[in-house]
Nanobody
Framework: EVQLQASGGGLVQVGGSLRLSCAAS????????IGWFRQAPGKEREGVSC????????YYADSVKGRFTISSDNAKNTVYLQMNGLKPADTAVYYCGTCYGSVSTGYWGQGTLVTVSS
């Protein structure tokens, strides 16, 4: 059974940082690409970042390049999203899930809310 659990969201000031974690089970990050999606108020869900440790492929949305970094701890089967220089536009529910570039490949879990105050 594929399970994905995002955590680490919260309230942060403009310019602050957060690290989100995604605990995966039923598969490993070496076997499948795992990444992050978000849905902001009034907007469609978008792909934020995607990474597979198997081949090193990474994707970042243009809006987060240079500010967000995806990484993984294969021993813990966990994927992280380090978010720096947060902006109000980053406010969204963030989900981790399987991915191909910017596109979901069908699995995601419960999201975690990130709120960036101005």
């Amino acid at each position: 059974e594929v399970q994905l659990q995002a955590s680490g969201g919260g309230l942060v000031q403009v310019g602050g940082s957060l690290r989100l974690s995604c605990a995966a089970s039923g598969f490993t990050s070496d076997e499948y690409a795992i990444g992050w999606f978000r849905q902001a108020p009034g907007k469609e869900r978008e792909g934020v970042s995607c990474m597979t440790s198997r081949d090193g492929m990474t994707y970042y949305a243009d809006s987060v390049k240079g500010r967000f970094t995806i990484s993984s701890d294969n021993a813990k089967n966990t994927v992280y999203l380090q978010m720096n220089g947060l902006k109000p536009a980053d406010t969204a529910v963030y989900y981790c899930g399987t991915c191909y570039g910017s596109v979901s490949t069908g699995y995601w879990g419960q999201g975690t809310l990130v709120t960036v105050s101005s």
